[in-house]
């Protein structure tokens, strides 16, 4: 296992352009799943490339191990990377891309076998080792994209979106799949996504990245319930966080946090809802609409349990709330979380 370290990493690709990673200090925890996830664009690849050594950086320095590696080849970092397009050798069988890499270290042929037998194993596809890539299903080819990487032992796992290429049915099984394959290996991990279901689900702390910054750093609750920012607060959940101005200070409401006035006792915060669009999901319903009077005003967003009773049709009115102590408030100019609440509060 291995902690990874950057301090003040920077990454510019064009001179005087917009920096694709800009002044990132990270420090891993050692075996931990680490996520970075943001949307296309934020920096993420980028910044598992450069730990990879696949980039250089312009600025800073990234340590492994307590090793400074920036300058160090990708093989000498003792890493393993899998991407989203597995890129297994057609021609060979499952066992000969497992070896593969032992066979690029020089790893004596008589170990070859022992190691590929324990990666499959780890990964249940010891089935799978005369087959060529062609007669596996995609879930297959992950599972021997990364039995090909760890035969390595690596200290460091990396991977890059590698379940963007599967069904989203196919996906819910890779991803326990993958962390239970990490909870038997205990190699520290990162993992990169823009679907924050998968970073929700499978890190153990989620790095949110916006323009080549790091937006917030926490576990899957702290950035998803406490969002550092306006960033962060619409960027995660689905429908994202309602933003309802109040002057200098934006209140932010979760949309399953805006319920029906009876479901929310003893608040003062009641609001007249009008319904606009409603979305049936089977065990919830998705109301769109605008709130008319109250403290705050505008566009809102509720979700709510499909069992509450009351026909939400379209232009109807009804009564919502919310738990004064749900609601979070950030600066309308930064964008940045306060503390102090606006007075009344």
């Given at each position: ?26 420090r ?21 490339r ?5 980039e ?12 400074v ?73 992950q ?8 035969v ?104 399953e ?33 605008r ?27 009804h ?13 309308r ?13």
């Open positions: 296992m291995a902690v990874v370290e950057t301090r003040h990493l920077t990454k510019t690709f064009v001179r005087g352009g917009a920096a694709a990673v800009s002044d990132v200090s990270l891993s925890l050692d075996g931990e799943f680490l996520v970075f996830l943001g949307p296309s664009g934020s920096g993420k690849t980028t910044l598992l450069l730990i990879a050594g696949l250089e950086p312009t600025e800073g320095e990234i340590l492994i191990g307590d090793r590696v920036t300058d160090l080849s990708p093989r000498e970092r003792r890493i393993a990377m899998v991407f989203q397009s597995y890129a297994l050798y057609p021609h060979l069988t499952v066992e000969r891309n497992i070896s593969f890499p032992l066979e690029a270290q020089k790893v004596p042929r008589g170990e070859h076998r022992k190691k590929v037998e324990w990666a499959a194993e780890l990964l249940g596809i010891g089935h799978l080792l005369r087959r060529k890539p062609r007669e596996l299903s995609g879930g297959e080819r599972r021997v994209a990364l039995a090909r990487a760890i390595r032992e690596p200290s460091l796992f990396l991977l890059d979106e590698p379940l963007s290429n599967l069904d989203a049915k196919l996906r819910a099984s890779a991803r326990e799949e993958l962390a239970r394959f990490h909870r038997r290996a205990g190699t520290t991990a990162i993992y990169v996504t823009h679907d924050q279901v998968e970073a929700m689900a499978m890190g153990d702390r989620i790095v949110v990245l916006h323009e080549g910054q790091v937006r917030q750093v926490g576990a899957p609750w702290e950035v998803y319930d406490e969002p550092a920012d306006t960033f962060v607060a619409t960027f995660l959940g689905s429908p994202p966080m309602n933003l309802l101005a109040l002057g200098d200070v934006v209140a932010g409401v979760r949309p946090h805006l319920l029906p006035a009876a479901l929310v006792p003893g608040t003062p915060l009641r609001l007249r809802f009008r319904v606009t669009n409603v979305e049936y999901l089977g065990s919830e319903r998705i109301l769109y609409g709130l008319e009077e109250g403290r705050f005003d505008g566009p809102a967003v509720s979700r709510i349990s499909a069992s509450v009773d009351g026909a939400y049709v379209v232009g109807t009115v009564a919502f709330a919310v738990d004064q102590r749900l609601v979070k408030f950030f600066d100019v930064s964008g940045k979380r306060v503390a102090s609440l606006p007075p009344g509060w």
